[in-house]
């Protein structure tokens, strides 16, 4: 059982946009930044958004990520196929001393 | 452009021991927290611990505190991961990762490919 909860799936067709949640407590999303990683088949995880909405350089602006409290939000518009994916949100806990990744989501698009 | 290469992943036997090992090149390696996280096949990543920048200091996951042990060699750019008292739940790839944020702020930008250890009978 993960720390951070999300849906175990999304799903949306192309063009559309996809919302995934991500939610914790105050030890953990409430106090502290979270990230987000997408992982394609077979593939590394790589970073979307860090500090809760920033993007590395050459992540599409059509990935977002929003806090509110002790839940985060990685939103995807313009959706494509290539977008299928697992995503992770991750974050650190203050009283774990650790960082504490959320089960994933698993999207599809139809 | 930075790279991490993790070696090391094997068969081995439940309650035996193993060696992980993360070369690092391309970036000011002492400059970096360094975690390492892994994955079941099929299933979600999970954090398994960090060692600061200097060495100093290391955190662990609860799942493998007292069992594992982060290391690291600055001069030789290198990471360890030392596994021990090892079961069949540390099956997994296991991921060296760059932390380019701060201590209670980490996110991870730079990933290795992973080596998969397998622990069985």
């Known amino acids: 059982q993960s720390v951070l909860t999300q849906p175990p799936s999304v799903s949306a067709a192309p063009g559309q946009k996809v919302t995934m949640s991500c939610s914790g407590s105050s030890s953990n999303i409430g106090n502290n930044y979270v990230s987000w990683y997408q992982q394609l088949p077979g593939k590394v995880p790589k970073l979307l958004i860090y500090?809760?909405?920033d993007r590395p350089s050459g992540i599409p602006d059509r990935f977002s990520g929003s806090k509110s409290g002790t839940s985060a939000t990685l939103g995807i518009t313009g959706l494509q196929t290539g977008d299928e994916a697992d995503y992770y949100c991750a974050t650190w806990d203050s009283s774990l001393s650790a960082v504490v990744f959320g089960g994933g989501t698993k999207l599809t698009v139809l | 452009e930075g790279q991490l290469v993790e070696s090391g992943g094997v068969v081995e036997q439940p309650g035996g021991s193993l060696r992980l090992s993360c070369a690092a090149s391309g970036f000011s390696f002492d400059d970096y927290t360094m975690h390492w996280v892994r994955q079941v096949p099929g299933k979600g990543l999970e954090w398994v611990g960090l060692?600061?920048?200097?060495?100093?200091?290391?955190n662990y996951a609860d799942s493998v505190k007292g069992r594992f042990i982060i290391s690291r060699d600055n001069s030789k750019n290198s990471l360890s991961l030392q596994m021990n008292s090892l079961t069949t739940e540390d099956t997994a790839f296991y991921y060296c990762?760059?932390?380019?944020?701060?201590?209670?702020?980490?996110?991870?930008?730079?990933w290795g490919r992973g080596t998969l250890v397998t622990v069985s009978s």
């Open positions: 990762a760059q932390d380019s944020g701060d201590l209670g702020r980490s996110y991870f930008d730079l």
């Open positions: 060692i600061t920048w200097d060495g100093a200091s290391t």
């Open positions: 500090d809760n909405y």
